[in-house]
């Protein structure tokens, strides 16, 4: 049975982990993305110096985008400067307190 936690949270944006399988899980407008502890780290550090200028994009709507792959050939991630700028300030939240509860529950 999964024991939950919940690192960083809003309303567009739920990131939770689970003690018991190792797992992080990332909630954002309906897309789950499941990474081991190890695999969050790692795209942690892929991503945190991104620039959202550097790779800027235009939907078909006009508006400005940022496209990050995934190991998925035909699936990426899509996000708004504000989106983009939420989702990083949220993974920085989440790794806080997963350290946090790594302190306190191990």
């Not at 982990?17 to 081991?36: D, E």
Request: proline residues 2%.
């Amino acid at each position: 049975m999964c024991n939950t936690s919940i690192l960083a949270q809003n309303q567009n944006i739920t990131i939770s982990q689970c003690k018991n399988c190792k797992v992080l899980n990332i909630w954002r407008a309906g897309v789950l993305m499941n990474f081991s502890f190890e695999q969050f780290d790692a795209f942690h550090l892929a991503t945190k110096k991104l620039n959202f200028e550097d790779f800027v994009e235009r939907h078909p709507n006009g508006e400005e985008v940022v496209i990050l792959s995934t190991p998925f050939a035909d699936i990426s991630l899509v996000f708004t400067r504000d989106e983009w700028q939420e989702f990083f300030v949220k993974i920085d939240e989440a790794l806080y307190m997963k350290r946090v509860y790594e302190l306190v529950h191990f």
